[in-house]
């Protein structure tokens, strides 16, 4: 499949010419902004907050709906590495990639499910559930809409909660690459 990021550092070429918008300093953003940014820690403070702080009003609402969809949800936070990984390499989105490598590793991914995932749904390190998971992550971000063969056999391994869960976490990782590689947000060095 063209166009599938393959684990290069695309990041090289991007820190050559920098982001194509300035970054909003911390200091520089509104206060409601710069205080939920502040109280969320280092990992509050990443580039691409400060590229979405152009639209002050935005990124709250995206930092609240990304740290639910992170931290309160049913759905397994393997499975969801998983998909968020697929829409990564699918989306050629190294900087998504690079952040969620690190989460799928804390979350227990093991590394064989992590480069796997860069070549196919079919792979044989993955277990039928998550290669059920990727099947659709591949069908809702490739094609927007899933095949009824693909949705009803999750609806049958998942209950309400965990489907929605699971097709909003693809919907807001392909919104979150296409902003990261329109932007050219850059990967933070030491966060």
Request: hydrophobic share 40%.
């Amino acid at each position: 499949m063209t166009g599938v990021y393959q684990g290069k550092n695309d990041a090289i070429e991007d820190e050559k010419r920098g982001p194509r918008l300035p970054l909003v300093p911390v200091e520089q953003m509104p206060e409601k902004t710069r205080k939920m940014i502040l109280a969320g820690g280092p990992t509050n403070s990443l580039n691409i907050n400060k590229m979405m702080a152009h639209a002050e009003n935005s990124v709250r609402h995206y930092m609240r709906l990304g740290s639910s969809l992170l931290s309160q949800v049913k759905l397994d936070a393997r499975l969801r590495e998983l998909s968020i990984l697929r829409v990564a390499t699918l989306c050629n989105s190294y900087y998504e990639w690079y952040q969620h490598e690190k989460m799928a590793r804390e979350a227990g991914v093991p590394e064989e499910k992590i480069a796997g995932v860069k070549i196919s749904p079919a792979e044989e390190c993955f277990s039928d559930l998550e290669r059920l998971v990727l099947e659709y992550t591949d069908e809702v971000t490739v094609k927007v809409k899933s095949t009824d063969e693909t949705f009803n056999k999750l609806a049958e391994r998942f209950d309400h909660r965990e489907l929605v869960e699971l097709t909003l976490i693809i919907g807001f990782y392909n919104m979150v690459a296409r902003f990261l590689e329109n932007t050219e947000v850059q990967v933070e060095v030491n966060v």
